[in-house]
């Protein structure tokens, strides 16, 4: 060997050890969900309706994540997810290209830093502490769609020690889209968030707590307009089964509304809920779960009852099957959920059934 190929030889081996030091890689995935759906009681007239839907058990997207090793156990990551409507061809979230989430961090043993369009606090902890796993069609989701709210312009801490997992956001404006209501100069509070989560984890028992605090106000309309939630939650595994148990604070403040209340501001509710999943077999779960809603100086409290069946044909490919049924009081208007909340999908004082039946495959 002359001096030439061993120059070459060296050269090939050092780009190859920078290459191990330096490792990177970028994952395309996603999901596309779609079935179709029986309700009964629209809007406007009270008729059935037979539709095609999209998002029923999981929103459907695709997305690109990457991951960078830095060295010395420091890591730059990313993530870019796009929402899209599989019956239209439409992106979802507003029309956002990466409306599901855009953000770039970094991680190390002590914990990420990311920065960018992410999950709410409650939005992180809600899969986990609802028997319906906050499904479009029909969950949690209905009776409060912060449950699966994003924000613009975020910052937010993850970590994990031990059996702990916990997490604290901010934004400086959540909803970008709202004129005179997010990243207004001199007025720093309007469109903030904050809030965070902490999750233990031990066993068969989890136990999560969260809160979220959002300004919806503008320049122009409401510019105190506040909503604070705090939530508890516990789930219980035995066997090839688990019991959840929840609960969710709800108050709204200068002018603010929740969502469902009657029309009045400044409203404060008590959301209940409570349910199981049962993995009969290996490839066959089934789930029920009821919610209930207690508005404060009103009867109008609805509940949602809800059941569903899901078979997995492959890790990548299942059907599902769920039932939901709204049942209201007083004049509240809750729907079984079509779209990203439940509220106003029927008419006000009328029950409401919702039947879905379709494919989920992810990739």
């Known amino acids: 060997m002359n001096l030439k190929q061993k120059a070459v030889l060296s050269m090939i081996a050092l780009a190859a050890s920078a290459g191990a030091q330096a490792q990177s890689n970028v994952t395309l995935y996603g999901v596309i969900d779609t079935g179709i759906e029986y309700a009964n009681n629209q809007p406007g007239g009270g008729h059935d309706v037979v539709r095609l839907t999209t998002a029923n058990v999981a929103g459907s997207r695709w997305g690109l994540r990457g991951v960078e090793d830095l060295g010395g156990g420091l890591k730059g990551l990313f993530v870019l997810e796009s929402g899209f409507e599989s019956d239209t061809g439409k992106s979802s979230q507003g029309g956002r290209l990466f409306g599901r989430a855009a953000y770039v961090g970094l991680k190390n043993e002590w914990g990420e830093v990311l920065i960018g369009r992410q999950n709410g606090p409650i939005f992180d902890v809600a899969g986990s502490i609802d028997p319906m796993f906050i499904v479009p069609r029909y969950s949690l989701l209905a009776q409060d769609a912060q449950f699966a709210a994003r924000a613009d312009n975020t910052i937010k801490y993850v970590g994990a020690f031990g059996p702990v ?43 999560t707590a969260a809160y979220d605090e959002l300004n919806s106000g503008t320049v122009t309309v409401t510019p105190d307009a506040t909503t604070r939630r ?10 090839k089964a688990t019991v959840y148990a929840g609960y969710r604070w709800g108050k709204a403040y200068g002018g603010a509304l929740l969502p469902g209340a009657p ?7 008590n959301l209940w809920w409570t349910g199981a999943r049962w993995n ?13 809603q207690d508005f404060s100086g009103t009867n109008a409290d609805p509940w949602l009852f809800v059941g569903s069946a899901d078979y997995e044909f492959s890790k990548r490919t299942d059907a599902y099957l769920t039932v939901g049924y709204a049942k209201n009081r007083h004049g509240s208007n809750l729907g079984i959920g079509s779209g990203s909340w439940g509220f106003g999908t029927v008419q006000p004082g009328a029950n409401q059934v919702g039947v879905v039946v379709g494919l989920r495959h992810k990739f």
Do not use: H
């Open 165 to 207: 997992k916990t997490s604290a956001m901010y934004s400086f404006g959540a909803d970008s889209g709202k004129v005179g209501g997010s990243e207004v100069p001199g007025q720093p509070k309007l469109g903030r968030e904050f809030g965070g989560n902490i999750v233990y984890s031990a066993n068969n028992l989890s136990i």
């Open 230 to 239: 705090a939530t508890l939650a516990g789930t219980y595994a035995f066997g």
């Open 263 to 269: 029309a009045q501001s400044n409203q404060r509710s």
């Open 280 to 292: 009969v077999v290996g490839a066959l779960t089934l789930a029920a779960a009821a919610y209930y």
